[in-house]
Nanobody, 115 residues
Framework: QVQLVESGGGLVQAGGSLRLPCAAS????????MGWYRQAPGKQRELVAT???????NYGDSVKGRFTISRDNAKNTVYLQMNSLKPEDTTVYYC?????????WGQGTQVTVSS
Protein backbone atom coordinates (compact mmCIF):
# COMPACT_ATOMS: atom_id res chain seq x y z
CA GLN A 1 0.00 0.00 0.00
CA VAL A 2 1.31 3.44 -0.89
CA GLN A 3 1.88 5.91 1.92
CA LEU A 4 1.77 9.64 1.25
CA VAL A 5 3.76 12.16 3.28
CA GLU A 6 3.21 15.88 2.89
CA SER A 7 5.68 18.55 3.91
CA GLY A 8 6.49 22.18 3.21
CA GLY A 9 3.74 23.79 5.24
CA GLY A 10 4.36 26.70 7.54
CA LEU A 11 3.70 30.34 8.24
CA VAL A 12 3.93 32.86 5.43
CA GLN A 13 2.81 36.45 4.92
CA ALA A 14 0.00 37.30 2.54
CA GLY A 15 1.33 37.55 -0.99
CA GLY A 16 4.05 35.03 -0.29
CA SER A 17 4.69 31.56 -1.68
CA LEU A 18 5.08 28.01 -0.46
CA ARG A 19 5.75 24.72 -2.20
CA LEU A 20 4.24 21.57 -0.78
CA PRO A 21 5.80 18.22 -1.76
CA CYS A 22 3.88 14.99 -1.34
CA ALA A 23 6.24 12.03 -1.30
CA ALA A 24 4.91 8.54 -1.98
CA SER A 25 6.46 5.42 -0.48
CA UNK A 26 6.56 3.69 -3.84
CA UNK A 27 6.17 4.43 -7.51
CA UNK A 28 3.27 6.65 -8.51
CA UNK A 29 3.69 5.83 -12.19
CA UNK A 30 0.58 3.65 -12.22
CA UNK A 31 -1.55 6.06 -10.19
CA UNK A 32 -3.66 7.98 -12.68
CA UNK A 33 -4.90 10.83 -10.55
CA MET A 34 -3.13 12.49 -7.67
CA GLY A 35 -4.15 15.69 -6.04
CA TRP A 36 -4.31 18.15 -3.20
CA TYR A 37 -7.31 18.98 -1.05
CA ARG A 38 -7.75 21.22 1.93
CA GLN A 39 -10.12 21.23 4.86
CA ALA A 40 -10.62 23.84 7.53
CA PRO A 41 -12.18 22.88 10.89
CA GLY A 42 -15.94 22.58 10.58
CA LYS A 43 -15.88 22.92 6.81
CA GLN A 44 -16.15 20.47 3.95
CA ARG A 45 -13.09 19.18 2.19
CA GLU A 46 -12.28 21.37 -0.79
CA LEU A 47 -10.56 20.46 -4.04
CA VAL A 48 -7.33 22.37 -4.55
CA ALA A 49 -5.87 20.66 -7.61
CA THR A 50 -5.51 17.31 -9.33
CA UNK A 51 -3.14 15.99 -11.96
CA UNK A 52 -3.38 12.89 -14.11
CA UNK A 53 -0.56 10.61 -15.17
CA UNK A 54 -0.70 12.34 -18.53
CA UNK A 55 -0.24 15.74 -16.95
CA UNK A 56 -3.81 16.99 -17.24
CA UNK A 57 -4.59 19.37 -14.39
CA ASN A 58 -7.73 20.61 -12.69
CA TYR A 59 -7.99 23.41 -10.12
CA GLY A 60 -10.50 24.62 -7.62
CA ASP A 61 -11.96 28.00 -8.50
CA SER A 62 -10.46 29.70 -5.47
CA VAL A 63 -6.88 28.84 -6.44
CA LYS A 64 -6.92 29.11 -10.22
CA GLY A 65 -4.12 31.31 -11.48
CA ARG A 66 -2.27 31.19 -8.15
CA PHE A 67 -1.50 27.53 -7.51
CA THR A 68 0.24 25.02 -9.76
CA ILE A 69 0.27 21.26 -9.35
CA SER A 70 2.96 19.07 -10.87
CA ARG A 71 4.23 15.53 -10.52
CA ASP A 72 7.64 13.93 -10.85
CA ASN A 73 7.11 10.21 -11.32
CA ALA A 74 10.85 9.55 -11.12
CA LYS A 75 10.88 11.00 -7.61
CA ASN A 76 7.47 9.59 -6.64
CA THR A 77 6.45 13.11 -5.68
CA VAL A 78 3.60 15.49 -6.38
CA TYR A 79 4.11 19.19 -5.79
CA LEU A 80 1.78 22.08 -5.09
CA GLN A 81 3.31 25.48 -5.80
CA MET A 82 1.28 28.15 -4.05
CA ASN A 83 1.80 31.79 -5.01
CA SER A 84 0.02 34.98 -4.03
CA LEU A 85 -1.17 33.36 -0.85
CA LYS A 86 -4.12 34.87 0.98
CA PRO A 87 -5.21 34.56 4.62
CA GLU A 88 -8.21 32.53 3.45
CA ASP A 89 -5.77 29.87 2.17
CA THR A 90 -4.99 29.07 5.80
CA THR A 91 -5.89 25.47 6.59
CA VAL A 92 -4.55 21.92 6.47
CA TYR A 93 -3.59 20.61 3.04
CA TYR A 94 -3.87 16.91 2.23
CA CYS A 95 -2.32 14.86 -0.55
CA UNK A 96 -4.56 12.32 -2.27
CA UNK A 97 -4.07 9.38 -4.60
CA UNK A 98 -6.95 7.76 -6.46
CA UNK A 99 -6.33 4.00 -6.36
CA UNK A 100 -8.56 0.91 -6.61
CA UNK A 101 -10.56 0.80 -3.40
CA UNK A 102 -10.55 3.67 -0.92
CA UNK A 103 -8.51 6.73 -1.88
CA UNK A 104 -5.19 7.20 -0.13
CA TRP A 105 -4.55 10.28 2.00
CA GLY A 106 -1.56 11.79 3.68
CA GLN A 107 -1.54 13.11 7.23
CA GLY A 108 -1.78 16.74 6.13
CA THR A 109 0.42 19.79 6.43
CA GLN A 110 -0.65 23.09 7.99
CA VAL A 111 -0.42 26.27 5.97
CA THR A 112 -0.95 29.57 7.76
CA VAL A 113 -1.06 32.86 5.89
CA SER A 114 -0.84 36.00 7.97
CA SER A 115 -2.37 39.29 6.86
Amino acid sequence: QVQLVESGGGLVQAGGSLRLPCAASRSIFSINVMGWYRQAPGKQRELVATITSGGRTNYGDSVKGRFTISRDNAKNTVYLQMNSLKPEDTTVYYCNAEVPGPDLWGQGTQVTVSS
